[in-house]
């Protein structure tokens, strides 16, 4: 009985939260990461799916539009010219993680360059996995200091999905402590752990974005880190579920039907 009541309140709550319109853009980074070939389609096609994303960010006032590196300079110049308060975000490392860490380093100093607010870097999972925890601690601190000092947020993609719950936790520990000891603890509110990349497919077919067990492991173990949640999240009922375990930001490319209720049908 407790549990059905349990159950009900969080479904009342639930209700109560998907008829809230006002600030959910606030959560959102609107997402496009695709190339032309991974989508099918030409680059001019690519290019206006790049400034639909961008338009939609701001009039829907998302938080921040989330984009490969090559268009951060286009979406910096455009967003500025319209007066509008979108952050920038990119990826860097995409979308394995496993590149050395002088691109990685380079992708980023030029993404700032370019006029990016955010990084959002794919950790070497890999070499976690292997046990290599020198290269961990060498690219977090050494690529977390990049973007604190020159006053942009800093996320670590540890692609969630390619891990086990135990791992997920080390990980996000592991990460924890090498920001605290590079940065502080006040800065180190500046950084997030993220949890996919979106484009990780496991093999036994489980979801390759986040979820809310991930999140809440994540959250668990990252403060004062924040969680973003990033890949699969399709529904008004999806970003609800994934603040409720912890995150405060999501990255999604459903934007658009998230504000109006809606539930998208993209399989990205």
């Given at each position: 009985m407790?549990?059905?009541?349990t159950?009900?309140?969080?479904?009342?709550?639930q209700?109560i939260?998907?008829?809230?319109?006002?600030?959910v853009?606030?959560f959102i980074?609107?997402?496009?990461?695709?190339?032309?070939e991974?989508?099918?389609?030409d680059?001019?096609?690519?290019d206006?799916?790049?400034?639909?994303?961008?338009k939609?960010a701001i009039?829907?006032?998302?938080?921040?539009v989330?984009?490969r590196?090559e268009y951060?300079?286009?979406a910096?110049?455009?967003?500025?010219?319209?007066g509008?308060?979108?952050?920038?975000?990119?990826?860097?490392?995409f979308?394995?993680g496993?590149n050395?860490?002088?691109e990685k380093?380079?992708?980023a100093?030029?993404?700032?360059?370019?006029g990016?607010?955010?990084?959002?870097?794919?950790v070497?999972y890999?070499a976690?996995?292997k046990?290599?925890?020198?290269?961990i601690?060498?690219?977090?601190?050494?690529?977390?200091?990049?973007?604190?000092d020159?006053?942009k947020?800093?996320?670590?993609?540890?692609e969630?999905?390619a891990l086990?719950?135990?791992s997920?936790?080390?990980?996000?520990?592991?990460?924890r402590?090498?920001?605290?000891?590079?940065v502080?603890?006040?800065?180190?509110k500046?950084?997030?752990v993220?949890t996919?990349?979106?484009?990780?497919s496991p093999?036994?077919?489980?979801p390759?974005?986040a979820t809310t067990d991930?999140v809440s492991?994540?959250s668990?173990?990252?403060g004062?880190?924040?969680v973003k949640?990033?890949?699969?999240?399709?529904?008004?009922?999806?970003?609800n579920n994934?603040l409720?375990?912890g995150?405060?930001?999501?990255g999604?490319?459903?934007?658009?039907e998230?504000?109006?209720?809606?539930?998208?049908n993209?399989?990205?």
């Amino acid at each position: 009985m407790k549990t059905m009541i349990t159950e009900d309140i969080k479904r009342i709550n639930q209700l109560i939260k998907l008829t809230e319109t006002d600030n959910v853009g606030e959560f959102i980074d609107s997402t496009y990461l695709k190339t032309s070939e991974q989508a099918g389609i030409d680059e001019e096609q690519t290019d206006v799916i790049i400034f639909d994303t961008i338009k939609n960010a701001i009039e829907h006032n998302f938080k921040l539009v989330m984009l490969r590196p090559e268009y951060v300079k286009t979406a910096r110049e455009f967003i500025d010219s319209k007066g509008a308060d979108v952050l920038v975000g990119t990826v860097i490392g995409f979308p394995n993680g496993d590149n050395s860490l002088g691109e990685k380093f380079d992708e980023a100093i030029k993404a700032i360059q370019d006029g990016v607010d955010e990084l959002d870097y794919v950790v070497n999972y890999k070499a976690f996995q292997k046990g290599d925890l020198d290269t961990i601690w060498k690219e977090v601190s050494e690529g977390t200091l990049i973007g604190i000092d020159e006053g942009k947020v800093v996320k670590w993609i540890i692609e969630s999905a390619a891990l086990t719950n135990e791992s997920v936790a080390k990980l996000t520990s592991l990460i924890r402590d090498i920001v605290i000891e590079t940065v502080g603890p006040e800065q180190a509110k500046n950084v997030f752990v993220k949890t996919s990349t979106g484009f990780y497919s496991p093999e036994d077919g489980s979801p390759g974005g986040a979820t809310t067990d991930a999140v809440s492991i994540m959250s668990a173990n990252a403060g004062p880190l924040k969680v973003k949640a990033s890949g699969g999240i399709y529904s008004r009922e999806d970003l609800n579920n994934m603040l409720d375990a912890g995150a405060s930001r999501v990255g999604t490319s459903s934007g658009v039907e998230i504000i109006r209720g809606e539930i998208s049908n993209t399989d990205y």
